[in-house]
């Protein structure tokens, strides 16, 4: 268990993150679950998949993102024809030097947006297994660290678009959650449609806070206090997935780590040091919903993907609430 963290120091967590909130805002218009649980995967210091239609602002987001904590920014458009060293970097031999050099690939950031990382190989998607685990690239069996902090923003378009290929199961489990942006409503899209801005590049934030700010917030996440009983509650919720018929596999003991790690991020978030089943139940879907399969596979991925929520709503009402 975690001791208690002090009140002033999660209060001045509080207000960091109310700025990155409300900086992001400015940008995002009417999509205040998305901008808190984008927040919330960031102080969880885990990895952030969007899946949705192209258009809907996923690059804006994690754009904005970036720019409200000053921190280095790098976007990779994943293509059929991109090669894993694209991603990660090559040694190349120096003339000069008489030696080979490691060139740092786009992955060497602290907000890396994979756009469309479903249109590329199982190869070159493979390349952020390693980096997404550990914030380090091996090359030519030297390890080479990423920046810190470390946060790979992937969208993918639905896997049933052509020339897609579907992300493999270990990569899945390696992002912390998995959101849907959807189409704003009436006012906000109006609202969008009246700025003057066209693309993510002419977007201007000033940073409201810094690497040091967020570092301090995943460490302080960590510490946010979580009862015997939360965990137990977490632990039978993971086992539930394990034992349900009409999923292929069970949550990976990462994914019940992830929801654990999510709930403190989400406590925080809103202004307390110890975590709520509220918190845990907020967060099953985003953080379980990708990890799932079902037994008999629907030829409708939109389809399955709600069946798998259904269930996984089903589960969360079945198991009882700790005391």
Not at 37 to 57: F, N, S, T
Not at 81 to 92: R, Y
Not at 109 to 133: G, Y
Not at 165 to 185: A, K, N, V
């Amino acid at each position: 268990m975690s001791d208690f963290v002090s009140a002033p120091v999660v209060s001045e967590a509080r207000q960091i993150l109310e700025r990155l909130r409300a900086n992001m805002r400015v940008t995002i218009k009417g999509k205040d679950d998305v901008i808190e649980q984008v927040l919330v995967c960031l102080v969880a210091a885990g990895h952030l998949l969007i899946e949705d239609l192209p258009g809907v602002g996923k690059t804006t987001l994690a754009y904005s993102l970036a720019r409200s904590m000053n921190c280095a920014f790098a976007r990779i458009q994943f293509t059929s024809d991109l090669l894993p060293s694209d991603v990660t970097g090559v040694s190349v031999y120096d003339e000069h030097e008489k030696r080979f050099v490691f060139k740092k690939g786009p992955v060497f950031a602290n907000v890396v947006l994979a756009d469309e990382i479903n249109r590329a190989t199982p190869k070159t998607q493979s390349a952020l297994l390693e980096v997404m685990d550990r914030a380090r690239v091996t090359i030519d069996g030297e390890a080479h660290a990423v920046g810190s902090p470390f946060l790979v923003f992937a969208t993918q378009n639905p896997v049933d678009y052509e020339g897609t290929f579907p992300l493999p199961e270990s990569q899945m489990d390696r992002f912390l959650m998995r959101l849907h942006m959807g189409y704003p409503e009436a006012n906000d899209e109006l609202e969008i449609l009246r700025a003057p801005r066209t693309n993510y590049d002419g977007i201007v934030l000033n940073a409201v806070a810094d690497r040091d700010d967020i570092l301090r917030l995943q460490v302080v996440a960590q510490q946010v206090f979580i009862e015997e009983s939360v965990l137990d509650y977490i632990l039978k919720l993971v086992t539930a997935t394990r034992t349900e018929a009409e999923f292929k596999a069970g949550v990976s003991v990462r994914g019940g780590l992830a929801l654990k790690h999510a709930a403190q991020a989400r406590a925080l978030l809103l202004g307390r040091d110890f975590v709520l089943p509220e918190d845990v139940q907020t967060l099953i879907v985003p953080v379980f919903a990708h990890r799932l399969a079902l037994v008999r596979q629907s030829p409708d991925a939109l389809e399955e993907r709600r069946a798998i929520t259904a269930i996984l709503r089903r589960i969360t009402a079945a198991v009882a609430l700790p005391v």
